[in-house]
């Protein structure tokens, strides 16, 4: 095996580590914005009673801060051909949990979220909202504890495994 073969399997293992600790991140990230989507949703809800499908519209093109909450697109599409909220919610959350790296109880809690919006007056939904987020704020604490602790093991994992490769080919 040439030099060449030595390298390239050095690169591919710790590029896998790299990759692995990008996912992690991107957990954390994404919980952020659905924090932020609460937090909208909250204000909005509070200050202006605007209806779902028009606070919804609005996030869709919040740019960055909600850039990465890609279910939100066809939840308005939902919306737009007339179907309830909290159906409409949840298909376009089932939709986006096959694409997404959240885990199965962060999807739980938005799906929650989903089904409280619209079924009770401003106050209770804004206290579910409140609810909801210091909920996500324990995972969003959790998330960034398991990136930060495990952010330089897997690189390390692929750049050993990558050694444990090459001793077992030459």
Known sequence: MGIAGIVLIFF???????YFTSRLR???LILQQIQTMLHQTQTQIRYNAAPLYEMFRSFSGAGASMDRLTFIGPLVRFLEQGMAFPPAFEQAIRQWE???LLEKRDLALLLEFGEGLGTCDADGQVSQIKLLSERLEVLQEEAYS????KAKLY??????????VTILLI
């Open 12 to 18: 591919s293992c710790t590029i896998c580590g790299f």
């Open 155 to 164: 690189p390390s994992l692929g750049f050993l495994l990558a050694c444990a």
């Open 98 to 100: 096959k694409q997404t």
């Open 26 to 28: 991107e957990r954390s």
């Open 146 to 149: 398991c990136y930060t602790a």
